[in-house]
């Protein structure tokens, strides 16, 4: 049947690990402005495909060191790593800083390497700041059996 030639193409194909190492940004949008100047208390959310992760917060700063690695098992090479840059807010909603996208299929099998790129302004005009991030993402037989 249909499903069964599905999950054997499914099992029979790679399986595909992203090792991401969320390191730091430098000049994020300042969320909270005060009286001597302006901050954020900066996090990130990382999606790949239908998964999402949380960074933690670092207080008042607009260039957080996070120093912190996600592992993924993705279903395809064709997923994109989304990360949005929020600033949270003990009162209200949570301002969005920026984002950024990477297809997965420019990184497969590079080995690790760090890579600085611009965040995007979330109205999607221009960028602001830089975030920085340590990939590695491989494919590996999937050596599953169907009887």
């Known amino acids: 049947d249909v499903y069964k030639r599905q999950y054997q ?19 994020v949008i300042a969320g909270d402005i ?3 100047g302006g ?15 949380k ?11 996070w120093d912190q690695t996600f592992t ?14 929020f600033d949270e807010d003990m009162v209200g909603k949570d301002d969005a800083l920026g984002n950024l996208e990477i297809p997965l299929k420019s990184q497969l099998n590079k080995g690790y390497s760090e890579q600085t790129l611009p965040i995007k302004k979330p109205d ?3 960028t602001h700041g830089t975030i920085t991030l340590g990939i590695n993402f491989t494919a590996t037989p999937n050596q599953s059996v169907i009887h």
Do not use: H, M, W
């Open 9 to 27: 193409r499914r099992v029979r194909g790679k399986i595909y690990q992203l090792e991401l190492k969320l390191i730091r940004a430098n000049g």
């Open 34 to 36: 005060t009286f001597s």
């Open 39 to 53: 901050s954020s208390d900066p996090y990130c959310f990382v999606k790949v495909g239908n998964i999402r992760a």
């Open 55 to 65: 960074s933690k917060v670092i207080q008042k700063t607009l260039n957080p060191t």
């Open 72 to 85: 993924f098992i993705v279903p395809s090479i064709d997923e994109k790593i989304y990360i949005e840059v």
């Open 124 to 126: 999607g005009n221009g």
